[in-house]
């Protein structure tokens, strides 16, 4: 919890720079770029969470690898978790600046899970029904769950309604237990 404060004030923080640079999608990519280039290959990953290795010498070689290729507030950034000794908040901060690049857009995002992929018409007239219902913008993943016998669980922000025949299925047991 206390992590996700923090990496919430750095993507606040870097957001408010890339609105005031006018450069908020820019920066957004190259926060994902960033943090691909370094947690996506395990020796990467392992120098730069690296409690062992100086600070200055991380810096040094980040610098030199992404400068000129990525933009100078989310490289800035990054060198910055590595002064203050934060390099694991990475994904976190990401994380929360793609929350508030997306709720600056006005959307909110969307989960929509199903035994078996929705076709792109299913899974269009599922998110116009809740954007009509809701009165909001969704960006909408959709994941397919092959355990789920059938029916659909939506995850809009942090509310989850669950339309499985297993959800359904556990709210009938809580009713009937409920009553006894």
Same mark, same amino acid.
């Given at each position: !919890?206390?992590?996700e404060?923090?990496?919430?004030r750095y993507g606040?923080?870097?957001?408010?720079?890339a609105?005031?640079q &006018?450069?908020?999608?820019v920066?957004?990519?190259d926060?994902?770029?960033? @943090?691909r +280039?370094? *947690?996506?290959?395990?020796?990467?990953?392992?120098?730069?969470?690296?409690?062992?290795i100086? =600070?200055?010498?991380?810096?040094?070689?980040l610098? %030199? %690898?992404f400068?000129?290729?990525?933009?100078?507030?989310?490289?800035?950034a990054?060198?910055?978790l590595?002064r203050?000794? @934060?390099? %694991?908040?990475?994904?976190?901060?990401v994380? $929360? *600046?793609?929350?508030? #690049? !997306? $709720?600056a &857009?006005?959307?909110?995002?969307?989960?929509?899970? /199903?035994?078996k $992929?929705l076709?792109?018409e299913?899974?269009r007239?599922?998110v +116009? #029904?809740?954007? #009509? !219902? *809701?009165?909001k913008?969704f960006?909408? =993943?959709? #994941?397919?769950?092959?355990?789920?016998?059938?029916?659909? =669980?939506?995850? !809009?922000?942090? &509310? @989850?309604?669950?339309g /499985?025949?297993e959800?359904?299925? %556990? $709210?009938? @047991?809580?009713?009937l237990? +409920?009553?006894d």
């Amino acid at each position: !919890m206390a992590n996700e404060t923090v990496a919430r004030r750095y993507g606040s923080a870097i957001f408010s720079l890339a609105d005031e640079q &006018r450069s908020v999608d820019v920066v957004g990519k190259d926060l994902h770029a960033l @943090r691909r +280039a370094v *947690y996506d290959d395990d020796a990467t990953k392992r120098f730069f969470l690296s409690p062992v290795i100086d =600070r200055n010498e991380k810096e040094k070689v980040l610098f %030199a %690898a992404f400068n000129g290729k990525a933009h100078e507030i989310p490289l800035n950034a990054l060198l910055l978790l590595v002064r203050k000794r @934060r390099e %694991a908040l990475l994904p976190e901060i990401v994380r $929360q *600046y793609d929350a508030l #690049q !997306m $709720q600056a &857009r006005g959307a909110e995002p969307l989960t929509v899970t /199903s035994a078996k $992929q929705l076709s792109s018409e299913e899974l269009r007239s599922i998110v +116009a #029904q809740l954007e #009509q !219902m *809701y009165d909001k913008k969704f960006e909408v =993943r959709q #994941q397919v769950d092959p355990a789920l016998i059938g029916g659909l =669980r939506i995850m !809009m922000g942090d &509310r @989850r309604v669950d339309g /499985s025949i297993e959800g359904r299925l %556990a $709210q009938l @047991r809580r009713t009937l237990f +409920a009553n006894d």
